[in-house]
């Protein structure tokens, strides 16, 4: 199985549409690799994940298009996630990982800078 994680500085990334790098990890072989999606946006992302082979990714926060995209790409969603990246796909492997299905980012739908914050300030939803 192959499990990519938003992935900065070790951690799980907060936004995915914003997110600037991939942790791929193939569970049969151990191996992992960072993949860049060199600029993919919102939408062509579950795609970008697609042709990697991705069958499960692991994020924080993610809106209502971002989840269609990839339930369409038949990739299963685990958001909600924060912390370390690589003990989060342990954690995903031993069917203890701690994520909330119900984990949105509204960032369309909301005026920016009123008190909601899809992440950290520096990638938060401000940043469009």
């Known amino acids: 199985m192959k499990i990519a994680v938003t992935y900065e500085n070790g951690q799980v990334f907060q936004h995915f549409g914003h997110c600037k ?29 697609q042709t990697h082979g991705v069958q499960a990714l692991i994020c924080g926060g993610i809106g209502s298009g ?25 954690a995903l492997q031993n069917g203890t990982l701690v994520y909330n299905p119900d984990t949105m980012c509204q960032h369309h739908d909301h005026e920016h800078g009123k008190g909601h914050h899809c992440g950290e300030n520096k990638h938060g939803c401000g940043s469009h």
């Open 21 to 49: 790098m991939f942790k791929l990890f193939d569970t049969e072989t151990g191996a992992s690799a960072l993949i860049d999606p060199q600029g993919s946006g919102h939408g062509a992302l579950a795609g970008f994940l």
């Open 66 to 90: 971002a989840r269609a995209a990839l339930a369409e790409a038949g990739i299963q969603l685990y958001p909600g996630v924060t912390g370390d990246a690589d003990a989060a796909v342990t």
